[in-house]
């Protein structure tokens, strides 16, 4: 089924632009590009002639004294060794299969997840602690680590062990948290290298092959999809393929095996990579796109040094819009949207924005942000931070103004709109149109996010804790996730539907320098058949004085109710019949609410485990046929 939306869009310095809509066809981010199919076994050999004689990690081992004694020097992981120090004197993070079985217990990963991470963790501080100090003092703990882990019932995330097989032995899926623990303790080999002992590593080795690498080659070659990362299209992808590719290229001498790997990276990258809008636009939010592109970033890194530079997975031109993802979505002063299964005020990772600015040559001068020496937590991106020279020559500065009023993706249907480094008016918004049927979708059509300094005084509520009901056929009952806990309307009673068929069709757009405007049709979202009309029009004036109208027109068959809806984590009050003042730690927002029928106000505290905000729903005295309802946002000085 072919869907379609009105978008048009030309982006003007001085000037203006008018835009009528144009039909173009919804671009389908939910299925592979490639399918499963047999190794290629000549590209595996043309690979091979690629790859160096010996497997290699990120970084530079222990032996490397000048580089680790500059770390050491610095004095930023003193805390590291002083938690490796007690840690010396404690027994290691004990298995639990209470904690493990909670998922099905319980309803929540969450005590298994901590303790997956917990255990891995202690690995990861004993590495650092070692080739950081070159004393032999870590060398023990790690190697009782590395095989307290490679003897644990399951690496798989309680959330990912379908019917309990990975815990109970019956078979091993690899997904995100199998990849990690793969990667760190092929990391944790190469970095300590002779330190270990033979038969530790032997150990290791063989819980990768068994955990993670044979069950990869086995889907491959047989096409079955339990690991299903191959042909997924979101953060599953990268972060999957990477761990398994890293892990193989660190660990594994035999070079036919490490160049089947590179070739399994080579083809099923593609599927994450068409997960992002051709506007380069990632709909999982900025949390999975730090996860998610940020193991791309580490995927690349690993095929392109291993195969000397013959193998980018930088090469298609989508990969640099997807890196300027970052500073086309920030609204202002460093403040992002939390669309989707985001948590609010997340900032963008340090480590992509060094990377994509460095081989890319993507402007991150507006970041602050971009240091990162001395984060420990694991042993990818942690050890290849700071070792550079693996990764980059001298920094790239490129300054461009061109996002400085607005950025507009137009096939997520996502409009940030902002006041110029001029402008007197201290506020920036986010315009989410798009459809119910993205990744770690929210039903969010026509929402929009208002900061004002540095506060998101109102909009999306972002993330709530996940529990065995979030991805499944309950996921619309958590009313953060569902259109409930968003500044969209409430329709003769019902909420959004998920789904590819709820859309926003863009009508039309305005933008110049004092003013932009969009109009969207919201109608399909709502399973309502007396619904003839739902449009929502935005209109952001930057001037000194400015302000945000959202304006709703409906219209119905025959009467009904009516009603939408603000979100805020502020301090509000009501300050007149028609008027609400939100007031963050320091800045202030007015809302004036306009409409030919009468209203009321009415106020509704929601958490469901996340950060609690308020609701604040919008709903007119008695049904009507049809009517407009406009809200005028604006900052408070």
Same mark, same amino acid.
């Given at each position: 089924?072919?869907?379609?939306?009105?978008?048009?869009?030309?982006?003007?310095?001085?000037?203006?632009?008018?835009?009528?809509?144009?039909?173009?066809?919804?671009?389908?981010?939910?299925?592979?590009?490639?399918?499963?199919?047999?190794?290629?076994?000549?590209?595996?050999?043309?690979?091979?002639?690629?790859?160096?004689?010996?497997?290699?990690?990120?970084?530079?081992?222990?032996?490397?004294?000048?580089?680790?004694?500059?770390?050491?020097?610095?004095?930023?992981?003193?805390?590291?060794?002083?938690?490796?120090?007690?840690?010396?004197?404690?027994?290691?993070?004990?298995?639990?299969?209470?904690?493990?079985?909670?998922?099905?217990?319980?309803?929540?990963?969450?005590?298994?997840?901590?303790?997956?991470?917990?255990?891995?963790?202690?690995?990861?501080?004993?590495?650092?602690?070692?080739?950081?100090?070159?004393?032999?003092?870590?060398?023990?703990?790690?190697?009782?680590?590395?095989?307290?882990?490679?003897?644990?019932?399951?690496?798989?995330?309680?959330?990912?062990?379908?019917?309990?097989?990975?815990?109970?032995?019956?078979?091993?899926?690899?997904?995100?948290?199998?990849?990690?623990?793969?990667?760190?303790?092929?990391?944790?080999?190469?970095?300590?290298?002779?330190?270990?002992?033979?038969?530790?590593?032997?150990?290791?080795?063989?819980?990768?092959?068994?955990?993670?690498?044979?069950?990869?080659?086995?889907?491959?070659?047989?096409?079955?999809?339990?690991?299903?990362?191959?042909?997924?299209?979101?953060?599953?992808?990268?972060?999957?393929?990477?761990? $398994? &590719?890293?892990?193989?290229?660190?660990?594994?001498? +035999?070079?036919?095996?490490?160049? *089947?790997?590179?070739? @399994? !990276? =080579?083809?099923?990258?593609?599927?994450?990579?068409?997960?992002?809008?051709?506007?380069?636009?990632?709909?999982?939010?900025?949390?999975?796109?730090?996860?998610?592109?940020?193991?791309?970033?580490?995927?690349?890194? $690993? &095929?392109?040094?291993?195969?000397?530079?013959?193998? +980018?997975?930088?090469?298609?031109? *989508?990969?640099?819009? @997807? !890196? =300027?993802?970052?500073?086309?979505?920030?609204?202002?002063?460093?403040?992002?949207?939390?669309?989707?299964?985001?948590?609010?005020?997340?900032?963008?990772?340090?480590?992509?924005?060094?990377?994509?600015?460095?081989?890319?040559?993507?402007?991150?001068?507006?970041?602050?942000?971009?240091?990162?020496?001395?984060?420990?937590?694991?042993?990818?991106?942690?050890?290849?931070?700071?070792?550079?020279?693996?990764?980059?020559?001298?920094?790239?500065?490129?300054?461009?103004?061109?996002?400085?009023?607005?950025?507009?993706?137009?096939?997520?249907?996502?409009?940030?709109?902002?006041?110029?480094?001029?402008?007197?008016?201290?506020?920036?918004?986010?315009?989410?149109?798009?459809?119910?049927?993205?990744?770690?979708?929210?039903?969010?059509?026509?929402?929009?996010?208002?900061?004002?300094?540095?506060?998101?005084?109102?909009?999306?509520?972002?993330?709530?804790?996940?529990?065995?009901?979030?991805?499944?056929?309950?996921?619309?009952?958590?009313?953060?996730?569902?259109?409930?806990?968003?500044?969209?309307?409430?329709?003769?009673?019902?909420?959004?539907?998920?789904?590819?068929?709820?859309?926003?069709?863009?009508?039309?757009?305005?933008?110049?320098?004092?003013?932009?405007?969009?109009?969207?049709?919201?109608?399909?979202?709502?399973?309502?058949?007396?619904?003839?009309?739902?449009?929502?029009?935005?209109?952001?004036?930057?001037?000194?004085?400015?302000?945000?109208?959202?304006?709703?027109?409906?219209?119905?068959?025959?009467?009904?109710?009516?009603?939408?809806?603000?979100?805020?984590?502020?301090?509000?009050?009501?300050?007149?019949?028609?008027?609400?003042?939100?007031?963050?730690?320091?800045?202030?927002?007015?809302?004036?609410?306009?409409?030919?029928?009468?209203?009321?106000?009415?106020?509704?505290?929601?958490?469901?485990?996340?950060?609690?905000?308020?609701?604040?729903?919008?709903?007119?005295?008695?049904?009507?046929?049809?009517?407009?309802?406009?809200?005028?946002?604006?900052?408070?000085?």
């Amino acid at each position: 089924m072919k869907l379609f939306r009105n978008i048009l869009f030309f982006i003007v310095l001085i000037g203006g632009s008018i835009a009528k809509g144009q039909n173009l066809a919804v671009y389908d981010n939910s299925k592979p590009v490639v399918l499963l199919q047999p190794l290629d076994m000549l590209r595996v050999k043309q690979i091979e002639a690629m790859l160096p004689e010996k497997p290699s990690g990120f970084g530079e081992t222990y032996k490397n004294r000048k580089e680790w004694n500059r770390l050491l020097n610095s004095r930023k992981y003193d805390k590291l060794l002083k938690s490796a120090d007690s840690s010396l004197t404690e027994p290691f993070p004990a298995w639990s299969d209470t904690d493990y079985l909670a998922y099905w217990t319980k309803g929540t990963s969450v005590p298994g997840k901590n303790m997956l991470q917990k255990r891995l963790l202690w690995l990861t501080r004993y590495v650092f602690a070692e080739c950081l100090t070159d004393q032999g003092k870590y060398t023990k703990a790690a190697e009782d680590a590395i095989l307290e882990l490679c003897r644990q019932k399951s690496w798989v995330n309680p959330t990912h062990d379908y019917n309990k097989v990975n815990f109970e032995g019956k078979k091993y899926l690899v997904e995100l948290s199998a990849v990690s623990y793969a990667h760190h303790i092929a990391q944790a080999l190469y970095l300590l290298g002779d330190k270990i002992g033979p038969k530790v590593k032997d150990e290791a080795i063989k819980a990768l092959r068994l955990r993670v690498f044979d069950p990869v080659l086995n889907s491959v070659a047989t096409g079955n999809s339990e690991n299903f990362f191959l042909t997924n299209t979101n953060n599953f992808n990268a972060v999957c393929l990477s761990g $398994t &590719v890293g892990a193989a290229e660190t660990i594994l001498n +035999d070079k036919t095996e490490r160049a *089947k790997f590179i070739a @399994i !990276a =080579e083809r099923y990258h593609k599927n994450g990579v068409h997960g992002f809008l051709p506007d380069g636009y990632c709909t999982e939010g900025l949390g999975y796109y730090n996860y998610g592109f940020g193991h791309f970033v580490l995927l690349r890194e $690993t &095929v392109y040094r291993n195969t000397g530079g013959q193998i +980018d997975l930088f090469a298609d031109p *989508k990969v640099k819009l @997807i !890196a =300027e993802f970052l500073p086309k979505t920030v609204i202002i002063h460093g403040v992002f949207p939390s669309i989707g299964d985001c948590r609010p005020y997340t900032q963008p990772s340090a480590f992509i924005l060094y990377y994509v600015n460095r081989n890319l040559g993507v402007d991150v001068s507006d970041f602050k942000k971009t240091a990162f020496e001395g984060r420990s937590t694991e042993l990818a991106e942690s050890i290849l931070a700071v070792f550079p020279e693996k990764i980059s020559s001298a920094q790239v500065t490129v300054k461009s103004k061109s996002n400085e009023l607005r950025s507009y993706f137009d096939q997520a249907g996502v409009l940030t709109v902002r006041p110029g480094k001029n402008s007197a008016m201290d506020m920036g918004v986010a315009i989410k149109g798009g459809n119910n049927n993205e990744h770690h979708n929210h039903n969010d059509i026509g929402s929009f996010s208002i900061v004002v300094g540095d506060e998101v005084l109102m909009g999306d509520p972002g993330i709530i804790p996940y529990t065995s009901k979030t991805f499944g056929p309950e996921r619309y009952t958590y009313k953060t996730i569902a259109s409930y806990g968003h500044p969209v309307p409430l329709i003769a009673g019902k909420e959004q539907i998920p789904g590819a068929a709820a859309k926003a069709n863009v009508i039309s757009t305005s933008f110049n320098n004092d003013q932009d405007k969009l109009l969207m049709d919201i109608a399909s979202a709502y399973p309502v058949k007396e619904l003839k009309k739902l449009e929502r029009e935005f209109t952001y004036n930057r001037k000194p004085n400015g302000f945000l109208t959202v304006k709703d027109n409906f219209s119905f068959s025959n009467t009904q109710t009516y009603e939408t809806a603000l979100i805020t984590r502020g301090k509000w009050k009501q300050v007149g019949p028609g008027a609400i003042e939100i007031t963050g730690k320091k800045d202030k927002l007015l809302v004036t609410i306009e409409s030919q029928d009468g209203f009321e106000i009415k106020s509704e505290e929601l958490s469901e485990g996340g950060l609690p905000y308020t609701r604040l729903a919008i709903r007119l005295n008695k049904p009507v046929q049809e009517g407009t309802i406009s809200m005028v946002f604006k900052p408070i000085r």
